[in-house]
């Protein structure tokens, strides 16, 4: 890990985005940027273990977008995550953030 030379190890709180549990991430040099004070990571493993991720995709890239299905309400078996076509990922998630 490089060291950011103004801000050290750059540590950010990591918060499940379903449980809001915390966790700490180091970001280091971060291209130079101070590492937000927290930010939404990845699903904690409690939450992995009852939802999945879902990536928007437009044009086959990912848009950063991504919302989360309990997995109770998908008939495929997936592991962490899907990618998602824009236009159905909108159908779906289009009245949450
Ligand atoms: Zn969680």
Known sequence: MRIS???GVNPSILV???CKDTAIALLGANGGKEAPR???GEL???CKKE???I???KDNKPTGNRGFIK???????VKDFAYMESSEFNNLFKNSC
């Open 5 to 7: 030379k103004k801000y």
């Open 55 to 57: 990536l928007e995709i």
């Open 51 to 53: 939802y999945i991720t």
């Open 38 to 40: 927290q930010m939404y």
């Open 16 to 18: 499940c985005p379903i």
């Open 71 to 77: 997995r109770e309400y998908i008939n495929v078996k």
């Open 44 to 46: 904690c493993d409690e």
